[in-house]
């Protein structure tokens, strides 16, 4: 079955330093992958997605993530983190053809002045 | 373009009373979900169309929850009757079908639930 493990519950970074949120996923076939961004009291925001290509995804805001198959992993990444960063993200997994999400349950980012 | 509209955005109810939740996704979208997320998880499918066929409702709780899409457009998930445990924020999202199932899902607002 698919599922999703973000490991980390809660990261706090200072803002100006870079960011790496793990998200790790298992699934038998190529998964289809997305980050998403939750404000308090938001809806979510699609920050990038990976389908297929290139393994390394540019995104909004700055954010990009990395696919590594031999990892089952596809990290987010900020090189230098503001404090409007300061939200909840979700790792997610598809499938193709079923148009099924299962999201992990999220690693809240805390930006420190 | 317009966002997925939901609606209300908050709903304060007493256990077993009920309660339905409004959807307008994004205009030419095929595909429409309903997801439930309680604090502190991510979310978790509850129902998902297509047009107006329901493709997947395995995880829909079907004693007192149900959902429409009577048009192939907008949507409304009820619960009747309200447990304490159904407190959580409602998303409905939506996707343009394309080749290959390669969609992506944008998310409306939510609507924050809270059942005392």
């Known amino acids: 079955a698919q599922s999703v493990t973000q490991p980390d519950i809660h990261i706090t970074v200072s803002e100006g330093a870079s960011l790496e949120l793990r998200c790790n996923y298992s699934?038998?076939?190529?998964?289809?992958l997305f980050w998403y961004v939750q404000s308090p009291g938001q809806g979510l925001q699609l920050l990038l997605k990976?389908?297929?290509?290139?393994?390394l995804v540019q995104g909004i805001k700055g954010f990009e993530a990395e696919f590594k198959r031999s990892q089952s992993s596809f990290n987010l990444r900020k090189p230098s983190v503001h404090w409007s960063d300061a939200a909840e993200y979700f790792c997610?997994?598809?499938?193709?053809?079923?148009?099924?999400?299962?999201f992990g349950t999220g690693t809240r980012l805390k930006v420190l002045a | 373009e317009a966002g997925v509209a939901q609606s209300p955005r908050y709903k304060i109810i007493e256990k077993r009373q009920s309660v339905a939740f409004w959807c307008n996704p994004i205009?030419?979208?095929?595909?429409l979900y309903w997801y439930q997320q309680i604090l502190g998880q991510g979310p978790k499918l509850l129902i998902q169309?297509?047009?107006?066929?329901?493709?997947?409702d395995s995880q829909l709780p079907k004693d007192r929850f149900s959902a429409e899409r009577l048009k192939g457009v907008d949507s409304t998930l009820k619960i009747q009757p309200a447990k304490l445990e159904d407190s959580a924020v409602y998303l409905c999202?939506?996707?343009?079908?394309?080749?290959?199932?390669?969609?992506?899902?944008?998310f409306g607002p939510g609507t924050r639930l809270l059942v005392l």
């Open positions: 999202a939506s996707s343009l079908e394309l080749k290959g199932g390669q969609e992506t899902q944008y």
């Open positions: 699934y038998g076939a190529t998964p289809y």
């Open positions: 990976y389908f297929s290509g290139d393994t």
């Open positions: 997610a997994v598809g499938a193709k053809g079923t148009y099924k999400y299962i």
């Open positions: 205009s030419g979208h095929a595909t």
């Open positions: 169309f297509q047009n107006n066929g329901v493709v997947d």
